[in-house]
């Protein structure tokens, strides 16, 4: 073996100070750095009390995220999570990240002083090799084991002194997920990690040289490999198995829909209750003056109409945290592998399209891990076809108003999730036929490697899953809170003016009323009246705000707010109509936060642009076609 | 430094990884791929000289999962077509 200290920067031949020795100071911006999936983000929520988003399979962090982290008696320490990586050779955008900020080349973020550097203990031979890159940056560097508890329970055994010994730098076992062994790691902060002792390094660029240090390393460290994990491999031969391995899927998804549909219904009923009663409580309160139409009449009934549905969205995203903490979604990418071939992109690009099935804008983040540019830019443009929570509502609003419930599939699958389950499939064949034309022609490239390492399978934990709902429940309380909240008002104030004998006009003579009757003649041909006209103005901020401005309109229409918006809106919309509407909206790019990510990710305002109006024009034609064949 | 190379047609007989059937077991002999690409495989376990195990694979059988150094990567049957390997399991 060659002996390099990496890029000679001399720092690793000045004096070295034991792990005991003097205490560093300054250390007050730390990286964690690590292979994808080791644990980092979970490290750094538990050190920092923060909230960085956390799943099982590789690759969920991509940006650099920083957080402060408490240390008793000290100094705040400043973190900074990064992106998982294989080595210093960044080949996607989101290590590149990492490569950035550990050499200082990140705008806004100076060089970190020190290195938390965590590896995954039940794979540690094959994880150390990062090791020898990040001891040769020549930082004051703490490694940590992570999965602690995983590696013993599969009797697996490392010798943590010995292991120190070998890379001239502590060593500690963890376990961020249980909290094993955190209190050594905010020690470390605390005290400060000391500069690594120069030791024997590989050359770098030799990647067989760097494996074979690195197996060399954890051999001398007593390094038993923990036992195969049994669980994950019976569970892989189900998943994965060739018959059974999709039924289960379909049958999950099935009763993924039907329990949102159905499951949901009580609580969403709940809500709906308080809401009618606190509307009516508050309009006893003020009367009947201006001041009660603005607050129950438009606020309330605006932002009360997309409250209903927090039950139904919390419900979404506990199962796509079952499904991401639990290692599945990495199975799902590999059974869509061949799809996606067959459209010209590759199983990567479905992880993120699966989680845009959330929301669309962490889905074009998690692109990033997308190393060819061109299947990167395909997947962002193809992203929001996938069913985003917030069509949830406008789905659920319109599918309840015009849709009988009935059994579809025996007692299994009623007639309303089954409509939902179509629109959710209706999305992603709009999707992969997009990918396919893009593919073979303005984003045409050679195919690129599929690679993609299976993490095992873990149970999710309460607390996570916990985590994402509350935080899920938080924005979504925050948008209706801000968003909703100013269409509404700003809704209520359009539909009361001008004022027609010091009164507020009916609604169809207010600006409101006005302003749809002015885009009638563009949406009439799709089945849509002026107050779906208003509806689909005012959902360009954000999908869900449709359902908020009708509740809106309807509330401010005398004897309308007492039938409920579901009643109300089959006066409105002929069930072609309803039809051409879900269309739409499933077609239709109508959310601001989504151009602007696609803006700040592709670079430029071309792909945004392309992107609204290819949809747009999409979402038109499509409804003005079902329209005229339904009606 | 080597890392790949284009096999000799004299040694035309030896097996890819493709050859593998599920549940086989062979040694891995070397990367006949762009240099980045087998740089990023022998990062993930893919070492010439090192066991490999074909396990599970996606139903229709592409992409497969391959076990190395205790960690599952799956691969193309493409690329596994261009990793030679020896039917000799290391130890």
């Known amino acids: ?631 | 430094m080597q890392l790949s190379f284009k096999r000799t047609p004299g040694e035309s007989k030896s097996r890819t990884l493709a050859e593998l059937g599920s549940g086989e077991a062979a040694t891995l002999v070397d990367l006949d791929l762009p240099i980045d690409f087998a740089n990023r495989l022998m990062e993930l376990g893919f070492l010439p000289g090192g066991p490999v195990f074909a396990a599970f694979s996606a139903p229709g059988g592409d992409p497969r999962v391959f076990r190395v150094e205790g960690a599952e990567i799956a691969l193309r049957r493409e690329t596994a077509l261009r990793i030679h390997i020896s039917p000799a399991v290391a130890a």
């Open chain 1, 1 to 631: 073996m060659s002996s390099c200290h990496g890029d000679g920067n001399g720092r690793n031949s000045a004096p070295i100070a034991e792990a005991e020795g003097p205490t560093p100071v300054g250390q007050r911006l730390i990286a964690l750095v690590g292979p994808p999936n080791a644990g980092k983000s979970t490290l750094f929520n538990r050190l920092t009390g923060l909230r960085q988003r956390v799943a099982n399979f590789p690759g969920v962090t991509v940006e650099h995220r920083l957080g402060k982290a408490q240390v008793e008696g000290h100094y705040d320490v400043e973190l900074v999570d990064l992106p998982g990586i294989y080595s210093l050779s960044p080949r996607s955008e989101d290590e590149r990240v990492s490569f950035d900020v550990l050499s200082g080349k990140m705008d806004g973020l100076r060089k970190p002083d020190a290195i938390l550097l965590i590896l995954d203990s039940t794979n540690l031979s094959r994880h150390l090799t990062l090791a020898a890159p990040i001891l040769s940056l020549g930082l004051p560097t703490l490694i940590l084991l992570n999965m602690a508890d995983d590696l013993r329970a599969r009797d697996g055994h490392v010798d943590v002194d010995a292991l120190s010994k070998s890379l001239g730098a502590p060593v500690a076992l963890i376990s961020a997920s249980k909290g094993e062994g955190i209190e050594a790691v905010e020690r470390f902060l605390a005290r400060g990690i000391a500069v690594p002792k120069p030791i024997q390094l590989p050359v770098l660029q030799d990647v067989p040289r760097c494996r074979q240090w690195a197996r060399g390393v954890s051999e001398q460290a007593g390094y038993r490999h923990p036992a195969p994990p049994e669980l994950s491999r019976k569970l892989d031969g189900v998943f994965l198995h060739p018959f059974w391995g999709p039924v289960i899927f379909v049958i999950v998804v099935g009763a993924v829909f039907q329990t949102i549909f159905t499951g949901a219904r009580p609580l969403m009923d709940g809500v709906q209750a308080l809401v009618a009663m606190s509307g009516a409580w508050m309009g006893g309160l003020l009367g009947t003056g201006l001041l009660k139409s603005l607050i129950v009449d438009g606020l309330w009934s605006g932002v009360g109409s997309v409250l209903v549905f927090l039950p139904q969205i919390l419900l979404l995203f506990l199962f796509i945290g079952v499904l991401e903490d639990s290692g599945y979604l990495a199975r799902a990418a590999l059974i869509a592998d061949r799809t996606m071939a067959r459209v010209g992109l590759q199983g990567k690009s479905f992880i993120p399209l699966l989680s845009a099935y959330a929301c669309a804008v962490p889905a074009i983040m998690a692109t990033r891990t997308i190393e060819n540019k061109r299947d990167r830019i395909a997947t962002i443009l193809i992203a929001p076809f996938m069913t985003c929570s917030a069509r949830l509502p406008v789905y659920t609003l319109i599918i309840a108003a015009f849709i009988p419930e009935r059994p579809f599939i025996g007692p299994f699958l009623g007639t309303r999730a089954a409509a939902m389950l179509g629109l959710y499939v209706l999305g992603f064949v709009a999707a992969v036929a997009t990918a396919r034309l893009l593919k073979s022609s303005i984003l045409r490239s050679e195919r690129t490697p599929f690679v993609l390492e299976m993490p095992a399978y873990r149970r999710p934990t309460l607390r996570s899953l916990g985590l994402r709902v509350a935080d899920r429940a938080e924005v979504f309380l925050k948008r209706a809170g801000t968003v909703i909240l100013g269409v509404s008002f700003l809704l209520w104030l359009l539909a009361s003016v001008p004022l027609i004998h010091g009164h507020t006009p009916p609604i169809e003579q207010s600006l409101a009323g006005t302003l749809g009757r002015t885009i009638e003649p563009a949406i009439r041909p799709l089945g849509f009246n002026w107050k779906i006209g208003i509806g689909l103005i005012s959902s360009l901020a954000a999908r869900e705000v449709i359902v908020g401005t009708l509740g809106t309109i309807y509330g401010m229409e005398p004897g309308k707010d007492q039938v409920g918006l579901q009643q109300a809106l089959q006066h409105d919309l002929s069930p072609a109509g309803a039809v051409s509407l879900l269309v739409f909206f499933a077609f239709a790019m109508q959310c601001m936060s989504t151009l602007a990510v696609v803006r700040r990710e592709t670079g430029s305002w071309k792909w945004p642009v392309i992107q609204f109006t290819y949809m747009g024009a999409l979402a038109y034609v499509s409804s003005f076609v079902v329209y005229h064949l339904l009606s």
